[in-house]
């Protein structure tokens, strides 16, 4: 048949895929804030705690682009920084920055060899204890630049890279239903 759909025959579709994205990127931000804080801080592995948060964002950005992810990010980031009563928007702006930068990715390169996740998710942690050293530094805060420091940023980005892949596949598992169409397509 030639002309346009009735109404209501696609617009139902077109319209809750986004909003069903909504809400399960905010139910996956208010879960990995949660654990993060309630559970994995209190575990240490070789004098470092893993970090969960800015491997959740990375993970979203690679699966549903920059702008989502930005501001899933900004979202997990201002969470965590009210939970734990912190300087609000340091961890927004970094967490915002690691969900563009991924969604980037995605949306320039195609992000679907193994090693992907594994190499986004170092770089996001190594970016977000870096950036949350650099702006305590730079707030007039006392940061001990010391080696443990170095070794506590260093084993924190390794246990994220550890992490990676099974934080992306339980992402991309719970994102899949509403995952939005390819944008290089």
Do not use: H, K
């Amino acid at each position: 048949r030639a002309g346009p759909d009735p109404p209501g025959e696609r617009e139902p579709a077109v319209i809750a895929a986004p909003g069903q994205l909504v809400l399960r990127l905010l139910g996956l931000g208010l879960l990995v804030v949660i654990v993060q804080i309630a559970a994995i801080s209190q575990i240490e592995i070789f004098g470092a705690n893993a970090d969960l948060t800015p491997l959740v964002v990375a993970c979203a950005g690679l699966l549903v682009g920059s702008l989502p992810g930005a501001i899933f990010g900004f979202g997990v980031g201002l969470f965590l920084d009210l939970a734990l009563v912190q300087t609000v928007g340091m961890s927004s702006l970094l967490f915002l920055g690691i969900g563009y930068g991924a969604g980037r990715l995605r949306e320039l390169r195609d992000p679907q060899g193994a090693i992907v996740p594994v190499a986004v998710g170092a770089a996001a942690t190594l970016i977000a204890q870096l950036g949350f050293s650099l702006m305590q530094f730079l707030l007039g805060r006392e940061v001990p630049l010391d080696p443990a420091l170095v070794w506590q940023i260093l084993v924190t980005a390794a246990l994220g890279a550890l992490l990676a892949t099974p934080i992306y596949a339980v992402v991309r598992r719970w994102l899949l239903p509403v995952l939005p169409e390819d944008p290089r397509r």
